[in-house]
């Protein structure tokens, strides 16, 4: 998926670098949790493999295309048909319901029938059935956060990448959050990459790696 991938910025004229010759292989339906202190890179790695940002060298596969070799509507097509993400700062639209931001992936992809019912089921599970009308304003964080899972869960991608996706939440709500992750890892052999800090997260995962310093480690 990622062959010797470097991700460096420049800043006041000096090069920072952020993740330096990174290689990683992940087999489909296998889930991976990347762990390492604040600041190793593993945000950014997340979003390289996701495709929504850019390399400085190297090269990286998802779903069998180079990313290199795809604009960004290409980019845009392959996300949507094959990717799920959960982003540390939820990234809902705030004009739109719970159910509405939801329903979105679907909708988008010209599955309109199936759009409502899935929303409100999934968001029955993760216990916001009675929140469907809510715009996030009206939400607290841990349940913007159980609607952007929803929303990565609705169209059951090939490959979920998700980003401390139980930072925000309570331990209950967390074992919901963990469980459905690998009921759908189980269930649809979805490929989870994970982000955590969350001991029972990393747990579950078949396999750790650790970022130190940019440097992708076994763990």
Known sequence: ???????????????????????????????????GTSGSGKSTLLGLLAGLDRPSAGEIELAGCRLSQLDEDGLARLR??????????????????????????LELGGRLDEARDR???????????????????????????????????????????ADEPTGNLDDRT????????????????????????DARLASRCDRLLRLEAGRMLES
Do not use: C
Request: charged share 20%.
């Open 1 to 35: 998926m990622a062959r010797q991938v470097d991700k460096w910025v420049v800043s006041a004229g000096e090069r920072l670098d952020i993740l330096t010759g990174v290689d990683l292989a992940i087999k489909p339906g296998e889930s991976v949790g990347i762990v």
């Open 80 to 105: 949507a048909r094959h990717v799920g993400f959960v982003f540390q700062s939820f990234q809902l639209l705030p004009s739109f319901t719970a159910l509405e931001n939801v329903m979105l992936p």
């Open 119 to 161: 929303a409100r089921g999934l968001l029955a599970r993760v216990g916001l059935q009675h929140r469907l009308g809510h715009y996030p304003r009206q939400l607290s964080g841990g349940e913007q956060q159980r609607v952007a899972l929803a929303r990565a869960f609705v169209t059951v991608p090939d490959i979920l990448f």
């Open 174 to 197: 967390s074992q919901t959050i963990i469980d459905m992750l690998f009921d759908l890892n189980r269930e649809h052999r979805t490929t989870l990459v994970l982000v955590t800090h």
